[in-house]
């Protein structure tokens, strides 16, 4: 049973935007948090931004003032608005939900579902 499903990745030149978009069925997006995360060639996957039930939003160092992570509960939707993109964006994002409450917003481990990720292609 497919329960996250990523859209939105694309290829745009450093400076352009992207808005991705991550449907969750309606038990997983009713979990306590939800998070961005990205991957790309030869390194390790890493947090970017993350949202618990109360609204609280979490991101890393390297995106903040560029990115916003957001939610349509109408639409049981994650979104991630990609602005002022560089090239050390260039990954494969994954969009991940169901983490234990009091865990670490950036950590694979704290994940149980995780998206098939959509490509974010920067070029210079």
């Known amino acids: 049973e497919v329960q996250l499903v990523e859209s939105g990745g694309g290829s745009v030149q450093a400076g352009g935007s992207l808005k991705l978009s991550c449907v969750a069925s309606?038990?997983?997006?009713?979990?306590?948090?939800m998070a961005w995360f990205r991957q790309a060639p030869g390194k390790e996957r890493e947090g970017v931004a993350g949202?618990?039930?109360?609204?609280?939003?979490r991101y890393a160092d390297s995106v903040k003032g560029r990115l916003t992570i957001s939610q349509d509960n109408a639409k049981n939707t994650l979104y991630l608005q990609m602005n002022s993109l560089q090239p050390e964006d260039t990954a494969m994002y994954y969009c991940?939900?169901?983490?234990?409450?009091?865990?670490?917003?950036?950590?694979?481990?704290?994940?149980?579902?995780w998206g098939q990720g959509t490509q974010v292609t920067v070029s210079s």
């Open positions: 991940a939900a169901d983490c234990q409450y009091g865990g670490s917003w950036y950590e694979v481990y704290e994940y149980n579902a």
């Open positions: 309606e038990y997983i997006y009713r979990s306590y948090c």
């Open positions: 949202i618990d039930s109360d609204g609280n939003e």
